[in-house]
């Protein structure tokens, strides 16, 4: 079962950038889809990327679409989440996690970790 660690939150102007980390530890990293989903304040969680274990395909969310980029580094077991041109409708937790069914839902592969906050201050 992976693990996920994710890091890189805190708080960051509107029109600002930021990447987070996940660092998936266990299971079998190198053969899972991976994911970054989100809860906002109030809000129920959300799909945010997905990304496959090769890295040949990606899907976002429509929200987040030409403005964030998944990635990974098998080598490291290693997921990022590029954001730029934030705005403060992005601020939530944001999880990262193998998904399970068609992306898009938030249906996962075993638990969620604890997140990293992001807050986009306008």
């Known amino acids: 079962q992976v693990q996920p660690i994710e890091s890189g939150g805190g708080l960051v102007q509107a029109g600002g950038s930021m990447r987070l980390s996940c660092a998936a530890s266990?299971?079998?990293?190198?053969?899972?889809?991976m994911g970054w989903f989100r809860q906002g304040p109030g809000k129920e969680r959300e799909f945010v990327a997905a990304?496959?274990?090769?890295?040949?395909?990606?899907r976002y969310s429509d929200s987040v679409k030409g403005r964030f980029t998944i990635s990974r580094d098998n080598d490291k077991n290693m997921v990022y989440l590029q954001m730029n041109s934030l705005k403060p409708e992005d601020t939530a937790v944001y999880y990262c996690?193998?998904?399970?069914?068609?992306?898009?839902?938030?249906?996962?592969?075993?638990?969620w970790g604890q997140g990293t906050q992001v807050t986009v201050s306008s």
């Open positions: 990304i496959s274990w090769v890295g040949s395909s990606t």
């Open positions: 266990g299971g079998a990293f190198t053969r899972l889809a």
């Open positions: 996690a193998p998904p399970q069914g068609p992306w898009g839902t938030t249906q996962i592969l075993g638990s």
